[in-house]
């Protein structure tokens, strides 16, 4: 393959070219960056060094449906690792805003390949499922790490959650992707603020949980129990007391 050598200096706000190396996950990046850097290796895998800065900047994910806002990202390109000395980025809701903050490194295997090892910290940050009616408000402490699809491993503490799908007559057939990130998260909420409020149920509980996903099949561990709550069956209403999921 052809060796590439050279040097990069440049600034602006089309993107698109960045867009082609993004993972599965994130749905496009826009914002004002500029890259300082020389660059040797090959197209399918190139080695930078020098520095790169993103401000404000909005990245769109695939599953959720509020963006990243306001996002400031300062790097520096070290040969085949990209270090993110810095970047945050504030995420909305109606009148709440959440702040989520990034650091670590991201080494360049190939072009959409990279082995992770970040550290990513939330407080309030509000987020609503793209494909779920699906709301949570949590804080939490995450790493991401591994070669693509990393891993997320960490502790999520949520002040609220809301469920809103119904629920399904059928059992879900299992779906297999191998490029969706893989997941080990405990989600503590031992004084309620679950809720679950469909058509058959609406009820408050407190939840220790151990949410897993492995090639995009999700799997939990733990329990849960209602606070308080109404079940409805047909024509009749009924009152819960307490019981355990």
């Known amino acids: 393959l052809d060796q590439v050598t050279g040097r ?11 867009n082609r190396f993004l993972p599965q996950t994130i749905e496009s990046v826009r914002g ?3 890259l300082k850097a020389g660059v040797t290796g090959t197209p399918q895998k190139p080695q930078f060094s020098g520095e790169a800065s993103l401000t404000h900047g909005t990245i769109k994910t695939i599953e959720i449906v509020n963006p990243l806002e306001n996002v400031v990202v300062d790097v520096a ?5 990209v270090v993110v000395r810095s970047a945050s980025a504030v995420v909305r809701d109606k009148k709440l805003a959440g702040r989520i903050d990034v650091k670590g490194t991201m080494r360049i295997g190939s072009i959409k390949s990279f082995d992770y ?3 990513v910290t ?6 609503r499922m793209e494909f779920k009616d699906f709301y949570v408000l949590a804080d939490f402490d995450l790493s991401v790490s ?3 699809p990393p891993k997320v491993v960490g502790q999520v503490r949520p002040q609220r959650v809301e469920d809103r799908e119904p629920f ?3 059992e879900a057939r299992p779906v297999y992707d191998a490029s969706l990130w893989d997941w080990d998260i405990a989600i503590e909420m ?3 603020g679950y809720f679950i409020k469909n058509d058959q149920l609406d009820a408050e509980l407190s939840a220790n949980l151990r949410l897993l996903r492995e090639r995009g099949q999700p799997s939990y561990l733990g329990g849960a129990e209602f606070i308080r709550g109404r079940v409805y069956l047909f024509d009749k209403t009924g009152r819960i007391e307490r019981g355990v999921l």
């Open 77 to 81: 390109l070290r040969h085949d690792t």
């Open 168 to 170: 399904s007559e059928s």
């Open 122 to 127: 939330g407080r309030g940050v509000p987020a």
């Open 8 to 18: 990069l200096e440049v600034s602006g706000d089309n993107l698109d070219p960045i």
């Open 146 to 148: 591994g070669p693509t």
């Open 117 to 119: 090892d970040l550290q």
């Open 32 to 34: 004002n960056f500029t």
């Open 190 to 192: 031992p004084s309620g």
